[in-house]
């Protein structure tokens, strides 16, 4: 971390900040020649071959470090650059930056060291190319809505040894202005052609060819917030780490690589959704109840994908189980495997879509607005304030619920929910050790009605398969389902009993 500290305390150090997007080769060149692009260009665009090698260790230090050191030629020009730190909210990468010319194709330490940039601690010795990036850069200064941006369009490859990654993306750096101005801009090219906001730099990619390394799911997390903290700050700080979480792991959905990244995008979206309404109460806002709204509508999707991985994977396999030779089980299996893939392609058409993309830029020009906080509560009071709400919500669910009443059941489980991840948003204010007891309490709660939820949509789902030549089997599916049900009741006393007993973690 020392070095970390060191790269962002430096007088001479630069802050890069740029939004990157995706985009198909066929759309690039469409983008290029575009009358709109035109009309916002100031100058002429120049295109530049670019070449940059990338250095690090044979054990990947710098990147460690969250570092990345290059050389780029630029014409008869060399550029050597060191980035690190800075992070990426919303897709917008803010990255501090030490830049400077050097006399040849050589790592210049001294000039590194006069720019400001500082090397990790025995590094300096051991580096040595590890892969480059190849690419035709056409640059265009443009002007909008008051910022001056520079738009750049990339096209080539990275290359590692045998290995290559194809480059096809848009850059808008932040020249003047605000960073506002990024998203609206990104918004304006959008209606011209499909584009994906980029979660992952050039350098990234260049780390997974030369480690032969594949992306993993991202499971989510909160960034540490302060006591001193504005509410505004710390709920948009929120706001960035779910969009960090659902922008990590969407590429994984769409490729099908891993069922558990569509998961990793559900609980992003839902904890979002969550964040989303409570800065509502804080604050009303038109554009972010907006946001919520649609945000909630990819939740339902999402939900119904849910509902059928859960049947698929781990409601009927221990029924097929117990009658293995039951053919009327395996047709169900079947059909509801077909069922499965079809909400899973429904999503994959809602996650790839223009919309979500636009949704994404929305919520990131809405986070980079100025939001003057005028309000006298404290974070502290905030958070203990709306804690304890959610808490009567949970109690007063319970004090309704009747025997084996679904629907209480269902709301009971849903307060839980919001009570647990509003405790996970807010847990750096917390006591440690306070915070780990009451969560484990309150998960153990969540798990029990969890199951009875999952009992409750099998026999809904089962229901959507049933025709006169499936009722028996349907029937046996409801029986078996039902004796479960009966294991859980005396496990969700004893959970409760748990729960009520508990001292909260906030006090």
């Known amino acids: 971390m020392s070095c970390l500290i060191d790269l962002c305390c430096s007088d001479a150090v630069s802050i890069e900040t740029e939004l990157k997007l995706h985009i198909s080769a066929e759309h690039l060149s469409k983008l290029k020649r575009h009358p709109f692009v035109r009309s916002l260009t100031s100058g002429r665009a120049r295109t530049l071959k670019l070449t940059s090698i990338y250095y690090d ?34 897709g917008l990468h803010q990255r501090n ?26 590094v300096r010795h051991h580096l040595r190319p590890i892969f480059i990036t190849d690419f035709s850069r056409n640059i ?72 032969a390394s594949k992306p993993s799911v991202k499971k989510g997390g909160f960034s540490p917030l302060h006591r001193d903290q504005s509410v505004s700050d710390a709920l948009r700080s929120l706001i960035a780490d779910c969009l960090s979480h659902v922008q990590s792991n969407v590429p994984g959905v769409l490729l099908r690589s891993d069922a558990e990244y569509l998961h990793q995008v559900r609980v992003g979206l839902r904890r979002l959704r969550v964040v989303l309404a409570v800065a509502l109460r804080y604050r009303p806002d038109v554009e972010l109840a907006s946001l919520r709204e649609q945000v ?52 994959d058409m809602h996650l790839a879509s223009p919309d979500f993309q636009r949704m994404l830029l929305r919520l990131g020009a809405w986070m980079h607005s100025e939001v003057i906080d005028i309000s006298p509560i404290s974070l502290k009071s905030f958070v203990s304030r709306s804690l304890k709400k959610r808490l009567e919500d949970v109690v007063n669910c319970r004090e309704r619920l009747r025997a084996k009443d679904k629907v209480q059941l269902h709301r009971l489980r849903i307060a839980c929910k919001k009570l647990r991840y509003f405790i996970e948003m807010f847990d750096s204010l917390f006591d440690p050790e306070k915070s ?7 998960a153990d709660l969540q798990d029990v009605l969890g199951r009875f939820n999952d009992h409750a949509v099998a026999q809904r789902l089962a229901d959507t398969l049933e025709s006169k030549a499936r009722h028996e089997v349907i029937a046996l599916i409801h029986e078996t389902l039902e004796q479960d049900v009966e294991a859980l009741d005396a496990g969700f006393s004893k959970a409760w009993k748990r729960f009520a007993k508990s001292k909260v973690c906030w006090e």
């Open 97 to 122: 930056e030490f830049e400077a010319s050097v006399p040849s194709e050589q790592l210049d330490f001294e000039v590194l060291k006069d720019s400001g940039g500082k090397l990790p601690h025995g």
């Open 140 to 211: 265009r200064l443009v002007e909008y809505e008051g910022a001056q941006i520079e738009l750049c369009m990339d096209s080539g490859e990275i290359r590692a040894g045998h290995q290559s990654y194809p480059i096809s993306e848009v850059e808008l750096e932040l020249k003047s202005g605000e960073p506002r101005q990024l998203f609206k801009l990104a918004m304006a090219l959008l209606d011209i052609v499909p584009m994906r906001v980029e979660h992952t730099s050039k350098a990234e990619y260049g780390y997974r060819l030369c480690s």
């Open 436 to 442: 780990k007891t009451y969560l484990g309490v309150l």
């Open 296 to 347: 909630s509508e990819l939740c339902v999707g999402l939900g119904r994908s849910r509902e059928w991985d859960v049947f698929v994977t781990q409601t009927l396999p221990p029924i097929c189980a117990r009658f293995p030779e039951h053919e009327g089980l395996q047709e169900i299996a079947r059909a509801s495997e077909r069922a499965r893939k079809q909400q899973h392609t429904t999503i």
């Open 57 to 90: 260790t044979p054990d990947l230090a710098l990147s460690r470090h969250a570092m990345a050191l290059r050389l780029r030629n630029v014409g008869k020009q060399w550029i050597q650059t060191l980035k690190g730190g800075g992070k990426v909210s919303a």
